[in-house]
């Protein structure tokens, strides 16, 4: 099963969406499907320019692909 999460926050922006997004994502990892892939499309962390925030353009974390 492909599950894909499109979210305009996602860690290590800040905000409510940004913390309850990863949070799902970590449920999704712990179901035992050997077919489970989750891609998550988001945009890069942008809410304030004063507060630097690094990311990057890709990041993969077992069957996550962020």
Do not use: W
């Not at 800040?14 to 179901?31: D, H, S, Y």
């Not at 499907?33 to 630097?52: E, F, K, W």
């Amino acid at each position: 099963m492909r599950i894909l999460l499109l979210s305009f926050y996602y860690e290590p922006d800040i905000g409510p969406g940004a913390f309850r997004c990863p949070e799902l994502v970590k449920q999704l990892q712990q179901i035992n499907n050997t077919g489970l892939q989750v891609d998550v499309l988001t945009t890069l962390p942008h809410r304030y320019a004063s507060y630097p925030m690094d990311a990057l353009n890709h990041e993969q974390d077992g069957n996550v692909s962020i």
